[in-house]
Structures are given as structure tokens and as C-alpha cells.
């Protein structure tokens, strides 16, 4: 009895650990709008709607063949977008450079009713780069260090105002080290918890478990020390699993230390398929429903699919995106220069 009571153990511990198997060998791609913009910010609504952030001041919900779309002048200027989140009831862009201009977009579930300005920083450094939202009232946004630390501000009501974290508070940066704006995805969120992705000479992983009143920092192993090296994307599955991507900009091809994985909620990463493809990738998102085990992963470069947790990877289009948002388990939307497409994954 004693033997068939540890057999029976086994077996059930060997189906516990089984993970959701997936595999997909193809994808459609079919531009849903166009525009001579760079677009790097999406948040999609469903398989249908999906809203946008652009350069050129244009904000847009594509809904059908029509898309709705506003123009967002600050003064005399159009300002570039790369920042965007949405709540039920209101939507969120956030623009780069100075000045730093944060609007509310008010929604009623099929369109855009007021637009208003809700945070308004100057300086010579300012440069925000992505912004997510915990809740419907607390969300946080990113950007490059004016002092000697990242920016970092948050709301608490809505996004109705937002307060700037004093740098006595978050981990001191590094000579160097930044973020990138490459696809509004250098924070990656789950429960009260926030991971935000560093780069540039220095590259690593802020954490806070309690939506932004304490943090601490860890190191990574991506290629870090020029300019335009290290992660540029981060995605977390739960409160432990999570990987990071990146690379070198300049270049795309090399394939060595630009992709990771961390099993304890980012303290301490472990690099995958290094040498191994691909090379440069932006965006870098866990397909849902797939337990972990399905990834997805874009850039200039193309698109890049692991059916493995992200040990073995195998390219799915050349067509290149900055950035990808997943609906389901087979259909996303991803934006690149001058267009968005929806993505449908096929077996």
C-alpha cells in the first residue's frame, strides 16, 4: 500500500507540473489603420477596438473602419506620445521631452468625450517613457532620471492628479542608466506590484510590492555599458515569474544577453537562448492562458515566438513592430512606423 500511495504521489505531482502546451506556426497580419506616424503606445479595448498614442499630437481609438481620432496641441507644438493607459472610464496619454504633458481622456465605453490636463512638468531632462495602472484609481508612469534617480509619479485618485516620488524614496541610478520609450512596456505590473526596466550603460529591475511606497533594486545580466544596450521590455506572469528582452539597438542581430527570465519575483535573473535567436526585441509579452509557456516577443527585427517558457524561439514574420498587446490566446494588436495590425497566431 505504501508503494502504490507513492506512486499515486508521483503521478499527481508529474500532472501538476505538466504546463499548458502551445504551438503556433504562422501569423496573420492585417493593418487596421495607417498613417504616416510612429506609433509605440496601444492598449486594446477587445478583438475589434484598440486605442493608440502617437507623434504628431494624435491620439485614436480604432473601432471599425472609422477610426476616431484627436489632434493634441500643447501651445504651438504637437507633442510625441509613447505613454498610454486606460481605465473603465478614462484613458491616459503621457507625451516625452519637455515640457512632460499628462492629459485624461474621458470615455463612455464607445468614445472619447473630454480631454484635460491632469500633470505638467518642465525641464531640461524630462523624458517620460510608459505608463501602466494598478486599479481603476492608483497608476504610475516612468521616465528618465533628473536627479539621481528614475522619475516616478503616481496617482491615487483616478488619474485625476499625480504626485512625483521624492528620490529619497526610490533607488539611486546609475551614470547612465535610463529607460527606453520604445514600447510602453519598461513596467510591467501584477497585484500591488511593479517591475520597471532600466537601461542604457546600466541595466536592471526596480521592484515595488506595495504600489509605489517603498522599492528595491536588482541587478540583471543583459548587455549593458553603451547607450542604446539593455532591456527595453519586461512582462510578468505572476508575482514570481517574469522576463525581460532587450538588446543592442545598434545591433539588432546580436542574440548574446539580450533575453532573461526570474522565477523570484526579479531578484535574480537567468539568461535564455543566449547566442541563440532572436537578437534585438522591444516588446515582450506572455501570451495569456498559456501558463507561461507562450511568449511572444517583437521588433524592428520581426516577429518571435517561444512555445517553451522561452529556451527555443523560432520567427514568425520579418514584418517588424515596436510594440504588442495581446487580447487572447491567438489574437493581439501591434503597432509599428506608420501603421497598427491586428495579430491573429495560428497553429
Not at 476616431?68 to 503621457?94: M, N, P, Q
Not at 510591467?188 to 515595488?208: L, P
Not at 511606497?213 to 515569474?241: C, H
Request: hydrophobic residues 40%; proline residues 3%.
Amino acid at each position: 500500500m505504501r508503494f502504490v500511495f507513492i506512486l499515486l504521489a508521483v503521478l499527481t505531482f508529474i500532472s501538476c507540473e505538466k504546463k499548458t502546451e502551445i504551438e503556433f506556426n504562422s501569423v496573420k497580419i492585417t493593418p487596421v489603420f495607417i498613417d504616416s506616424l510612429s506609433i509605440r503606445a496601444i492598449q486594446p479595448l477587445d478583438e475589434n477596438r484598440v486605442w493608440f498614442a502617437a507623434d504628431k499630437g494624435k491620439v485614436g481609438l480604432i473601432d471599425g473602419d472609422t477610426p476616431k481620432l484627436a489632434i493634441i496641441k500643447y501651445g504651438d507644438s504637437l507633442l510625441h506620445f509613447r505613454s498610454l493607459a486606460a481605465t473603465k472610464e478614462a484613458v491616459f496619454v503621457l507625451s516625452i521631452a519637455n515640457p512632460a504633458v499628462l492629459y485624461k481622456i474621458g470615455f463612455n465605453g464607445s468614445e472619447a468625450t473630454n480631454i484635460e490636463e491632469v500633470y505638467n512638468e518642465k525641464g531640461e531632462n524630462v523624458f517620460y517613457d510608459s505608463m501602466k495602472f494598478w486599479n481603476e484609481n492608483e497608476g504610475i508612469a516612468i521616465g528618465d532620471p533628473i536627479e539621481n534617480c528614475m522619475s516616478v509619479i503616481i496617482t491615487r485618485d483616478g488619474g485625476n492628479t499625480w504626485k512625483k516620488l521624492s528620490c529619497e524614496n526610490l533607488p539611486k541610478a546609475e551614470r547612465g542608466e535610463a529607460a527606453f520609450a520604445a514600447s510602453n512596456s519598461n513596467i510591467a505590473i501584477f497585484g500591488d506590484n511593479a517591475w520597471v526596466a532600466t537601461g542604457g550603460k546600466k541595466s536592471r529591475v526596480m521592484h515595488t510590492a506595495d504600489k509605489g511606497e517603498t522599492w528595491e533594486i536588482f541587478d540583471t545580466p543583459i548587455i549593458q555599458g553603451k547607450a542604446m544596450t539593455g532591456i527595453y521590455s519586461i512582462d510578468f506572469l505572476d508575482a514570481d515569474n517574469g522576463i525581460i528582452f532587450g538588446g543592442n539597438w545598434e545591433d539588432k542581430s546580436f542574440n548574446e544577453g539580450n533575453k532573461a527570465i526570474t522565477k523570484n519575483g526579479g531578484k535574480t535573473w537567468k539568461l535564455i537562448a543566449n547566442g541563440k535567436e532572436p537578437g534585438y526585441r522591444s516588446s515582450v509579452k506572455y501570451i495569456p492562458g498559456t501558463e507561461g509557456q507562450g511568449i511572444v516577443a517583437v521588433g524592428s527585427p520581426g516577429i518571435s515566438f517561444s512555445s517553451d517558457g522561452g529556451k527555443n524561439w523560432k520567427e514568425l514574420s520579418k514584418e517588424g513592430f515596436f510594440a504588442i498587446e495581446f487580447v487572447n490566446d491567438s489574437v493581439a494588436f501591434a503597432s509599428g512606423n506608420n501603421r497598427i495590425s491586428k495579430l491573429v497566431f495560428r497553429k
